[in-house]
């Protein structure tokens, strides 16, 4: 069978950033990835006085005051349920974006949302801090959701030569809402006994958003062709999306990618993990996203306030210095958003993965000698921030852009579910189990953060491809040889070769088998 270039199949057309896609890309960024980031972070500032919440109506309770050790947990239940949620959310991503399509799945989503900001803003009133604790690990499901169906949405509606533009800003969202909960916290506005239960029903606001102008915009087209079948919608929605009526060459990559898959089926991860041509991309997505949350991002934040103490910021001003270093994060990452194309995804993880890497390093060794020269604060403060710029560019966006143009429509749920998991249980492994390395191992701690950065730099130097400007089939041929395997699209017809070892002699005959959805 003649194997093809895809790229001479479908003629070149640049796309544009046309009114519909900006909106479609804001509104659900907005409604979605902003909540995401601001529930990261909406719990640090009004932590002092939330704990006297809790401390009080124990006692009114209990006519007792509360033990710390109780308390500890507590708030410990308080912080860690939102993560716990997130690796639910990311389990519910395959069943509900192939039922419900990417935008169905997003409406669908806001439930998490709406509910817990009601539940939280009546929590004080209610005198409760269950109430706390269970709507924390509802919104760590909308997060999860989000975090995955969002850049998964994003890159299908997309044209390939911005996509990888477009795939950056559910993460820029995110860096943006932490800085608005960074902002909201100072204790002049909502971080204080007044305000801190609006602070946390604000997440609702977003969500409500969403939920009434989303449903104006397009549903991905791919969904609407690949996996509903709906040729006359996918190009409606394809024309709104692209502003031009002429939307044949890129319908017919999709209708090529569409042959090119038939015989998978929509894939279950059981099903994702049994395919050879899969194999590698599996791999890369787990690495990536192990490497974004276990290279100490976390921990720089938590070990930050001490940081800027010892550099002689008083305590009250510490809630300013915070905002600058969020206000960093976000001017970083819309720096990205702008480079991403010109510069590659793969550059921009290398970089981004050796800054942080050497940031830890050098933070390490600034912090065991901070008492034996003056100046060890400020390399110390220099550090926090040079880590936070080469994670902004690098480690926290890009994972998301490549996950979506290493697999095709059928695997690619799947994929998101497996990567997602992967991202929310090492959040909530390095939630659980720094503190016990910051008292064992001290400031060393940052040493096995930056081998983590320097090993996944490698792996990604040696492993993934560049996937630039490229077609969702042209990146699966090009991880075809790396997985031993090739995708073949005949030209004269539907007939598909796919998921075929490489030393094969004979090519098959038969067409392939469109399977049942398998969930």
């Known amino acids: 069978m003649e194997e093809i270039d895809i790229s001479d199949k479908v003629s070149e057309r640049k796309g544009k950033l046309t009114l519909v896609l900006a ?10 990835s902003f909540q995401y980031g601001y529930n990261v972070a909406v719990v640090n500032s009004p932590a002092p006085v939330m704990q006297e919440f809790y401390n009080q109506t124990y006692y009114e309770r209990y006519g007792n005051p509360i033990e710390d050790s109780y308390l500890t947990l507590l708030w410990s239940l308080s912080v860690s349920m939102f993560p716990l949620g997130g690796f639910f959310g990311s389990l519910m991503v395959a069943p509900l974006v192939n039922k419900l399509g990417r935008k169905g799945t997003l409406l669908f989503n806001n439930i998490f949302s709406i509910v817990p900001a009601v539940l939280m803003g009546a929590s004080e009133a209610a005198k409760s801090y269950e109430i706390i604790i269970v709507a924390r690990f509802l919104v760590g499901i909308c997060a999860g959701l989000s975090s995955n169906v969002v850049p998964m949405y994003l890159g299908e509606i997309s044209p390939k030569n911005l996509r990888g533009a477009i795939g950056i800003v559910p993460q820029l969202f995110i860096t943006i809402g932490i800085l608005v909960a960074q902002i909201f916290g100072i204790r002049s506005m909502l971080g204080n006994t007044r305000g801190w239960t609006l602070m946390l029903a604000l997440t609702g606001i977003p969500a409500v958003i969403e939920l009434v102008f989303l449903p104006f915009f397009p549903e991905s087209p791919r969904y609407m062709l690949i996996q509903k079948g709906d040729e006359e919608k996918a190009r409606k929605a394809l024309q709104r999306l692209r502003g031009w009526e002429d939307v044949d060459s890129e319908m017919e990559e999709m209708r090529l990618e569409e042959q090119s898959e038939k015989a998978e089926g929509c894939l279950s991860v059981l099903n994702l993990c049994s395919f050879p041509s899969l194999r590698w991309q599996l791999i890369s997505i787990t690495v990536m996203n192990m490497g974004q949350q276990l290279s100490g991002v976390n921990a720089i934040y938590y070990y930050a306030d001490s940081i800027y103490g010892s550099a002689g910021v008083k305590e009250s001003d510490v809630q300013y210095v915070t905002v600058g270093t969020g206000s960093v994060n976000v001017f970083m990452t819309i720096a990205a ?157 539907s007939t598909v070769n796919d998921l075929k070892p490489m030393n094969s002699k004979t090519d098959t005959k038969e067409g392939a088998v469109d399977m049942a959805c398998r969930l």
């Open 23 to 32: 909106l479609a890309v804001l509104i659900s960024t907005f409604g979605s």
């Open 337 to 493: 958003v702008f480079i991403v194309e010109a510069s590659g995804r793969k550059l921009l993880l290398l970089i981004g993965f050796g800054i942080c890497g050497a940031a830890c390093v050098v933070l390490t060794i600034a912090l065991t000698l901070q008492g034996d020269a003056e100046w060890m604060p400020y390399l110390s403060i220099a550090c926090v921030i040079v880590y936070i710029i080469g994670h902004a560019i690098g480690p926290s966006p890009i994972p998301y852009v490549v996950t979506t143009e290493m697999f095709r429509q059928s695997s690619r749920p799947a994929a998101f579910m497996v990567a997602g998991s992967v991202h929310w249980l090492s959040n909530f492994t390095v939630g659980l189990v720094f503190p016990f390395m910051e008292k064992g191992l001290g400031t060393f701690s940052f040493i096995i953060f930056g081998v983590i950065c320097l090993a996944t730099l490698g792996y990604i130097f040696i492993v993934v491809p560049e996937t630039k400007n490229k077609t969702f089939l042209e990146v699966s041929q090009l991880l075809a040889k790396r997985n031993k395997t090739e995708i073949a699209v005949g030209s004269g017809s």
